[in-house]
Nanobody
Framework: QVQLVESGGGLVQPGGSLRLSCVAS????????MNWHRQAPGKQRELVASVTSSSNTDYAESVKGRFTISRDNAKNTVYLQMNSLKSEDTAVYFCNLRRRFFGMRQDYWGQGTQVTVSS
């Protein structure tokens, strides 16, 4: 069983920065795609950023140029650097580990960390 633990959320002013971290247990991290999702009150969860096992990245249009996802396989950790934060970035951010196992998709989720952007 994989456990994911996020940290780094908090309250920040518009225009500020935060870095989220997510540490994974187990030994499948390096072979997995890591994603950050977010869910704002009253809205559906949305995929924010992804990094594959070969470190290819992808971003939602709303965060391109402001957020950067990265991974450190030696530490089983994925990061989300968030710059130029806006009020609309306020949400609970979830770390997700995704892999294919015998042809089936497996997803593991963290408990989420709150990010609030407000003056």
């Amino acid at each position: 069983q994989v456990q994911l633990v996020e940290s780094g959320g908090g309250l920040v002013q518009p225009g500020g920065s935060l870095r989220l971290s997510c540490v994974a247990s187990g030994n499948i991290f390096s072979a997995s795609t890591m994603n950050w999702h977010r869910q704002a009150p009253g809205k559906q969860r949305e995929l924010v950023a992804s990094v594959t096992s070969s470190s290819n990245t992808d971003y939602a249009e709303s965060v391109k140029g402001r957020f950067t996802i990265s991974r450190d396989n030696a530490k089983n950790t994925v990061y989300l650097q968030m710059n130029s934060l806006k009020s609309e970035d306020t949400a609970v951010y979830f770390c997700n580990l995704r892999r294919r196992f015998f042809g089936m998709r497996q997803d593991y989720w963290g408990q989420g960390t709150q990010v609030t952007v407000s003056s």
